[in-house]
């Protein structure tokens, strides 16, 4: 069983940085891929980034990539998002997610925190 939860999140402005943070609670946290998703009102809950149980295969949603990078930190049980020169269509609540699939469907992940709210203003 894993635990997470999110924090980080924010009102900033168009060109903004802000850095996601997803702490976990579980002693086989590091076996499990991790990905953040995003879900803005009305729409579908979207692929953002994933990181392997590793830490050395991410993979990226082309609307961020080149903006976002997703790390981890194993010994501390956390994953980031670090996110750059933020734009309004980036406005969601943003989810991580732990699983043993890494992918980019929101099916292969398993445990899900509550999400952290981003609104970037134009």
């Known amino acids: 069983q894993v635990q997470l939860v999110e924090s980080g999140g924010g009102l900033v402005q168009a060109g903004d940085s802000l850095r996601l943070s997803c702490a976990a609670s579980?002693?086989?946290?590091?076996?499990?891929?991790v990905g953040w998703f995003r879900q803005a009102p009305g729409r579908e809950r979207e692929f953002v980034s994933t990181?392997?149980?590793?830490?050395?295969?991410?993979s990226y949603a082309d609307s961020v990539k080149g903006r976002f990078t997703i790390s981890r930190d194993n010994a501390k049980n956390m994953v980031y998002l670090q996110m750059n020169s933020l734009k309004p269509e980036d406005t969601a609540v943003y989810y991580c997610?732990?699983?043993?699939?890494?992918?980019?469907?929101?099916?292969?992940?398993?445990?899900w925190g509550q999400g952290t709210q981003v609104t970037v203003s134009s």
């Open positions: 997610a732990a699983g043993a699939v890494p992918g980019r469907s929101r099916y292969g992940y398993n445990y």
């Open positions: 990181i392997r149980a590793s830490g050395f295969i991410t």
């Open positions: 579980g002693r086989t946290f590091s076996d499990y891929a």
